[in-house]
């Protein structure tokens, strides 16, 4: 039985659904799909909005950039460990030379900014219409108020110039607009938000954000740092009197001794982090966002085909009680449905290039994908793993390697 509402070409057009015999699909750009008992509805967004959305994007990156540096300072790079870095210097009021981290030179959007950057002009009103507009016409999923203050509040202190990661349910709420597709509400409702990143870019950028307890504050004075369990100089945890909780994750590509041990994270403002195993496969080489917010906050958050595959992963690693066993079965939805959006957008060599990472890396990877591939309804695995297999086989690779013969 199944009890949902869906909303089908558009936001007046309602139907109850009370039998899946009741059910009938008739060919346009809706697209449903049958998760265990749910109903997920899944709508290509109109061109229109998509054009719309890339306009915010530019602009709310531009204002951000322009923010961040002010006319007085000079652009220089430099290399580290090989690399080439952009950073910002001033003269701070004792005279001596104040060094900020900006971001890497490969990166060109950065790197143009740079190169227009008394070009660039702030236009916060327009930004905030444009973000109205993608929530109340184009139906794109906005945060719930808190939420938005606490991204936008670590946004301002420089987490995502920082190459910080947004992650998680939050970071979800963000691939609508990326894949240009409407994915199901019932996959975005959250009570915590979680950051990440590699411990070390955090000791290489050598610039830090603000105490992240002062930072938390000023969005709600109540929140208070949780000591880690196993070490109480460290903090990856905050929460505020109402329960919203704030975690720091960092990628564990170490030993098992560094599991439940948290990391220093010198960028990150007295925060720690916690080491996490698979992490660093989920937040290499992220993609910039906008959180439809207030007038937009850009953000960084994992590609969305890594998205994907991780919570296949973390999906079959959280089955063992009952409250794990519900984020469980909101990892395989959330997988799911930006799995079956790539494949309806004919993104499906990106999806198997990640698929094809991910198995790679070894026996407990691809029994943790099996396994959550198995508990999906039959014809929503056999979905994605042809889906899987065309990127496969678009990649020059050979399907069966992966156990995807359909």
Not at 35 to 40: D, Y
Not at 149 to 155: D, H, K, S, T, Y
Not at 180 to 186: A, E, S
Request: net charge neutral; with cysteine; glycine share 6%.
């Amino acid at each position: 039985m199944v009890n949902d509402l869906l909303t089908i070409e558009g936001r007046h057009r309602v139907l109850a659904i009370t039998n899946l015999s009741d059910l009938v699909i008739t060919p346009g750009s809706c697209v449903i799909t049958i998760f265990t008992n749910m109903v997920i509805t899944m709508q290509t967004l109109d061109h229109t909005y998509q054009v719309l959305y890339s306009e915010l994007r530019q602009r709310c990156l531009d204002a951000s950039f322009s923010a961040e540096f002010s006319l007085d300072g000079r652009f220089i790079t430099q290399e580290v460990r090989g690399r080439r870095y952009w950073y910002f210097d001033t003269a701070s009021s004792d005279g001596k030379k104040k060094r900020r981290y900006v971001g890497p030179a490969e990166d060109e959007e950065i790197t143009q900014r740079v190169e227009s950057f008394k070009d660039l002009k702030a236009d916060y009103r327009a930004r905030r219409k444009i973000v109205s507009t993608l929530v109340r016409d184009a139906l794109l999923p906005r945060p719930e108020a808190r939420t938005g203050q606490i991204v936008e509040a670590l946004a301002n202190a420089g987490f995502f110039r920082l190459r910080g990661v947004l992650v998680g349910t939050v970071a979800f709420q963000c691939y609508s607009a990326i894949l240009g597709m409407r994915l199901p509400n019932t996959a975005m409702q959250t009570g915590d938000t979680d950051f990440a990143q590699f411990h070390s870019i955090s000791a290489a950028v050598e610039d830090t954000m603000p105490p992240m307890i002062e930072t938390l504050r000023e969005v709600d004075p109540t929140f208070r740092d949780i000591p880690d369990q196993n070490d109480g100089r460290h903090t990856t945890q905050f929460i505020s009197r109402g329960g919203y909780k704030v975690e720091f994750l960092t990628p564990n590509t170490g030993s098992d001794a560094h599991d439940g041990h948290p990391a220093s994270m010198p960028a990150l403002g007295n925060a720690s982090a916690q080491p996490l195993r698979f992490l660093d496969f989920l937040i290499y080489q992220p993609v910039r966002a906008i959180m439809l917010y207030g007038a937009g906050i850009p953000v960084f958050v994992p590609a969305p085909e890594r998205f994907a595959v991780h919570k296949l992963i973390v999906a079959s690693r959280r089955i063992h009680d009952n409250e794990t066993a519900d984020k469980s079965r909101k990892d395989r939805l959330q997988a799911t449905a930006i799995m079956e959006a790539m494949i309806q957008q004919r993104q499906n060599a990106e999806l198997a290039d990640a698929f094809m990472e991910a198995w790679d890396r070894g026996p407990a990877w691809r029994r943790a994908i099996g396994d959550s591939l198995a508990l999906l309804e039959e014809k929503t695995e056999e979905a994605i793993r042809s889906g899987l297999a065309e990127g496969i086989r678009k990649t020059g690779a050979d399907p069966t390697a992966y156990d995807l013969v359909i």
